[in-house]
C-alpha cells in the first residue's frame, strides 16, 4: 500500500515536471495530440521512429489488455464465445481509429471518468448496505 502511494506520487511529479518542461521549451508542441512526438521530430528521424514504434506498442498492449479484460467480464456475463468476441471486438474498433487521437480521447475520457465515478459510489453504496446488515 505504502508502495502504491510512493509509485502515483513519482508519477504525478514527472508528469508535473515534463508538463513544465514543455510549456517552458516548447509551448508550440502542446497544441499536437502527441506533443512528446512533436518534440521528438526536431530530433531526427531516427529517434522519431523509435518513439513513435514504442509508443505504437504501448498503445496496441494497452488495447489488446483492455479487449482481453473487456472479453473475460463480458464474455463470462452474457455467455460471447471468446474466439468469435476476439474477432469481432477490433471491427468495433476499426472505425474509432479513423475519429483521431485528440478527438477520441475527448469523448472517451470524460465518458470514462463518469462510468468510473458511478462505479466507486455503486460500490461505496454495496458496502454501506452490506455494513447496514453485519450491524443490524
Same mark, same amino acid.
Given at each position: 500500500s505504502a508502495g502504491a502511494v510512493l509509485g502515483g506520487i513519482m @508519477?504525478? +511529479?514527472? +508528469? !508535473?515536471? @515534463?508538463?513544465?518542461? /514543455?510549456? @517552458? #521549451?516548447?509551448?508550440?508542441?502542446? $497544441?499536437?495530440?502527441?506533443?512528446? @512526438?512533436?518534440?521528438?521530430?526536431? =530530433?531526427?528521424? $531516427? !529517434?522519431?521512429? *523509435? =518513439?513513435?514504434?514504442? #509508443?505504437? *506498442? +504501448? /498503445?496496441?498492449?494497452?488495447a489488446s489488455a483492455s479487449g482481453y479484460g473487456f472479453l473475460e467480464r463480458a464474455g463470462s456475463k452474457l455467455k460471447i464465445n471468446h474466439k468469435a468476441g476476439a474477432f469481432v471486438l477490433p471491427l468495433f474498433a476499426l472505425p474509432l481509429s479513423e475519429i483521431g487521437f485528440g478527438r477520441l480521447i475527448s469523448a472517451l475520457y470524460p465518458l470514462f471518468g463518469y462510468v468510473g465515478m458511478f462505479m466507486v459510489f455503486a460500490i461505496l453504496l454495496a458496502g454501506i448496505a452490506d455494513r447496514r446488515k453485519y450491524y443490524n
Amino acid at each position: 500500500s505504502a508502495g502504491a502511494v510512493l509509485g502515483g506520487i513519482m @508519477l504525478c +511529479a514527472i +508528469a !508535473l515536471i @515534463l508538463n513544465v518542461v /514543455m510549456v @517552458l #521549451l516548447n509551448p508550440d508542441s502542446l $497544441l499536437l495530440d502527441l506533443p512528446v @512526438l512533436g518534440i521528438i521530430k526536431k =530530433y531526427g528521424n $531516427l !529517434l522519431n521512429t *523509435i =518513439y513513435s514504434f514504442i #509508443l505504437w *506498442i +504501448a /498503445m496496441l498492449l494497452s488495447a489488446s489488455a483492455s479487449g482481453y479484460g473487456f472479453l473475460e467480464r463480458a464474455g463470462s456475463k452474457l455467455k460471447i464465445n471468446h474466439k468469435a468476441g476476439a474477432f469481432v471486438l477490433p471491427l468495433f474498433a476499426l472505425p474509432l481509429s479513423e475519429i483521431g487521437f485528440g478527438r477520441l480521447i475527448s469523448a472517451l475520457y470524460p465518458l470514462f471518468g463518469y462510468v468510473g465515478m458511478f462505479m466507486v459510489f455503486a460500490i461505496l453504496l454495496a458496502g454501506i448496505a452490506d455494513r447496514r446488515k453485519y450491524y443490524n
